[in-house]
């Protein structure tokens, strides 16, 4: 004999409001587009900066990418930098191996990814009037591994 056993009632809403949630949240509704951009100056690799929307119920996010310039077979594709929020961000390679990115408008508590190196690139960062950030800064910890060092600021783990 078949028995049917019910579901608790808290059980069934919150299984529902998940469904509803993934069907909803979890689809390609992110939307991306495109911000500055600098050409290293060996014309290796391109700093692209692109801002993600992903509707109402997520804040915006900028990104700034460090990818091979066209024609170039480098492997890199690699997000250096995000924050909350949408934020004009400057790019300025002071060499092949060092560039600074720029956010006046970026608050410390919306930052939420900065690498500090990632192979041979340095980055430095200089955010709004709370202060610079970049290699040797105050506050969090910088890690590294895989050829990658990033600023935790509360948020990330530590990569070993």
């Given at each position: 004999?078949?028995?049917?056993?019910?579901f608790p009632k808290g059980l069934l809403a919150g299984f529902t409001a998940a469904a509803l949630t993934c069907l909803f949240g979890c689809s390609p509704l992110c939307g991306d587009t495109s911000g500055g951009q600098?050409?290293?100056?060996?014309?290796?690799?391109?700093?692209?900066?692109?801002?993600?929307?992903?509707?109402?119920?997520?804040?915006?996010?900028?990104?700034?990418?460090?990818?091979?310039?066209?024609?170039?077979?480098?492997?890199?594709?690699?997000?250096?930098?995000?924050?909350?929020?949408?934020?004009?961000?400057?790019?300025?390679?002071?060499?092949?191996?060092?560039?600074?990115?720029?956010?006046?408008?970026?608050?410390?508590?919306?930052?939420?990814?900065?690498?500090?190196?990632?192979?041979?690139?340095?980055?430095?960062?200089?955010?709004?009037?709370?202060?610079?950030?970049?290699?040797?800064?105050?506050?969090?910890?910088?890690?590294?591994?895989?050829?990658?060092?990033?600023?935790?600021?509360?948020?990330?783990?530590?990569?070993?």
């Open positions: 004999m078949l028995q049917v056993i019910p600098a050409r290293s100056p060996d014309n290796m690799l391109d700093a692209i900066t692109t801002y993600r929307d992903c509707g109402a119920t997520t804040p915006e996010y900028t990104r700034v990418t460090l990818q091979p310039a066209p024609g170039n077979h480098y492997d890199i594709n690699q997000i250096v930098f995000t924050t909350r929020n949408h934020h004009e961000v400057g790019l300025l390679w002071k060499g092949a191996s060092e560039l600074t990115i720029k956010c006046p408008t970026c608050q410390p508590r919306d930052i939420e990814l900065q690498i500090v190196k990632f192979r041979s690139v340095v980055i430095t960062y200089e955010p709004g009037p709370a202060g610079a950030v970049g290699p040797g800064l105050t506050g969090g910890n910088t890690v590294s591994g895989g050829g990658c060092a990033m600023k935790t600021l509360g948020v990330l783990p530590a990569i070993s």
